[in-house]
């Protein structure tokens, strides 16, 4: 019996080196929706016990704003948007705030390179994370959303608008919470960052526009979240303009994804460091 060298064989040198420059495959990637249902779940189960307390405080922190403007605004438009306002300024405490002081600190951490050695896709990683966190404002803004419409005598028959307020209002501001996470050099930058944010959220989308100087109205239309809290705010009209309703909750949707995408290419890129 002979032993034919590997190097004899067709092709048998050049496959050589071919493996020998070339990692090892540990398997195929899992799929992008089952990867993003089990960071999900994850990410549910460990910040449940955590964000619940400062869920509490974001809801408390609206509903103290509202009673504050109440001695303000008597009711009509300006009402409508202090109750909008307070409402999505609980996405952004969890999504935008808390998203971006999370993943600043993961990235600080190592947490990154715990995902990077998964086969899961990174757009998972954001997704799930940000739905996680996104899935804690829903009692806080439908708490919020009642007091407010009780407080100013507001309707109540199209709260259920709030269905589609809060996961697009909250994909905006998610992604750009992760985003900032992500691309902070520092976790402390990050926490001043989600401050700073929140802070643009409540400036911006509380106070009602028609009280704002022109500029600070220009800037308030950079903001997406404000196109959700517009949404909401049209709902309690007599008649509301739903085809306005309709394009501001558009807006919030194509700037989710957008903001998505930067923090999904921005995780890729602090893993990859």
Do not use: K
Not at 92 to 107: E, H, I, S, T
Not at 185 to 200: C, D, H, N, V, Y
Request: with cysteine.
């Amino acid at each position: 019996m002979s032993v034919v060298p590997a190097d004899v064989l067709p092709g048998g040198a050049l496959a050589a080196e071919e493996t020998a420059g070339r990692p090892a495959e540990l398997g195929p990637r899992a799929r992008l929706w089952p990867s993003l249902a089990a960071v999900y779940r994850a990410q549910l189960s460990r910040a449940r016990v955590a964000r619940i307390p400062l869920l509490f405080v974001a809801t408390f922190q609206s509903v103290g704003i509202m009673i504050l403007m109440r001695g303000v605004v008597d009711g009509g438009g300006e009402a409508r948007a202090v109750v909008a306002g307070s409402s999505v300024l609980v996405v952004a405490f969890v999504a935008l705030n808390l998203l971006a002081q999370y993943f600043g600190q993961l990235r600080a951490s190592g947490g990154l390179d715990h995902y990077a050695t998964l086969p899961v896709p990174p757009a998972a990683v954001v997704l799930g994370a940000a739905g996680a966190y996104a899935s804690f404002t829903v009692p806080g803004t439908v708490v919020t959303a009642v007091f407010g419409c009780v407080l100013f005598g507001l309707p109540l028959a199209h709260l259920w608008v709030l269905a589609a307020v809060i996961p697009l209002a909250g994909a905006a501001l998610a992604g750009l919470g992760a985003a900032l996470g992500l691309l902070a050099p520092r976790p402390e930058l990050a926490t001043l960052l989600g401050q700073l944010g929140m802070s643009a959220v409540l400036l911006l989308g509380v106070l009602p526009a028609e009280r704002m100087p022109e500029a600070v109205r220009l800037a308030r239309d950079l903001l997406p979240s404000t196109y959700g809290v517009d949404a909401f705010a049209r709902t309690f009209a007599e008649r509301p303009a739903w085809g306005l309703v309709l394009g501001d909750l558009a807006v919030c949707g194509v700037v989710g994804v957008l903001s998505l995408g930067v923090a999904t290419w921005a995780y890729r890129r602090a893993a990859v460091r």
